[in-house]
T-cell receptor, first 114, second 112 residues
Framework: DSGVTQTPKHLITATGQRVTLRCSPR?????VYWYQQSLDQGLQFLIQ???????AKGNILERFSAQQFPDLHSELNLSSLELGDSALYFC?????????????FGPGTRLTVL | DQQVKQNSPSLSVQEGRISILNCDYT??????FLWYKKYPAEGPTFLIS?????DKNEDGRFTVFLNKSAKHLSLHIVPSQPGDSAVYFC???????????FGQGTRLTINP
């Protein structure tokens, strides 16, 4: 158990809909990262938040947005969903600074868009 | 632009033998390289990392070797055990940027 929690575990929805994925980082971690893993692909970095502020952006679509709240949990919002958005979405957290860049991953949310 | 590549999608090894997983990268600015292990229906789990200023790091049965001139790293697992069967991801990061760049993963199967 990494200490990072994600809900829901599975999500099935239809094209055009909007969903919200939730992540709680490990106690004490200020950084939260979101990654997308499509079928048989590596994890693609989407976005990072540090202590409530957006810190880095990767290949995140304009239809997607995220935020980190004062209690440090984060939400990833996916709207106008398309079939190609079906994927595993992982959240990770890390220590505030330094270290070897080790990130601790949650169990993921499997999104299926029908 | 695939900055981190794992060219072998799968690898099969006999129990007790050595497993060698390979990874190549293109960006010479990476400061750290990490290996993650992933079981089905779980998130990736950190295994071992290496700084770009080192050429070897060892932790129990796991050793990572870094060859900067060849932009190549490898993970050695000795001896391999059935519980090692999983997908292994190589990842890299630039200190400060903090985002991990992942390879596509290699599925390791340990045969009894």
């Amino acid at each position: 158990d990494s200490g990072v929690t994600q809900t829901p575990k599975h999500l099935i929805t239809a094209t055009g809909q909007r969903v919200t994925l939730r992540c709680s980082p490990r106690s004490g971690d200020l950084s939260v990262y979101w990654y997308q893993q499509s079928l048989d692909q590596g994890l693609q970095f989407l976005i990072q938040y540090y202590n409530g502020e957006e810190r880095a952006k990767g290949n995140i679509l304009e239809r997607f947005s995220a935020q980190q709240f004062p209690d440090l949990h984060s939400e990833l919002n996916l709207s106008s969903l398309e079939l190609g958005d079906s994927a595993l979405y992982f959240c990770a957290s890390s220590v505030p600074r330094g270290g070897s860049g080790e990130q601790f991953f949650g169990p993921g949310t499997r999104l299926t868009v029908l | 632009d695939q900055q981190v590549k794992q060219n072998s999608p799968s690898l099969s090894v006999q129990e007790g033998r050595i497993s060698i997983l390979n990874c190549d990268y293109t960006n010479s600015m990476f400061d750290y390289f990490l290996w993650y292990k992933k079981y089905p229906a779980e998130g990736p789990t950190f295994l071992i990392s290496i700084s770009s200023i080192k050429d070897k790091n060892e932790d129990g049965r796991f050793t990572v070797f870094l060859n900067k001139s060849a932009k190549h790293l490898s993970l050695h697992i000795v001896p391999s055990q059935p519980g090692d069967s999983a997908v292994y991801f190589c990842a890299a990061l630039i200190q400060g940027a903090q985002k991990l760049v992942f390879g596509q993963g290699t599925r390791l199967t340990i045969n009894p």
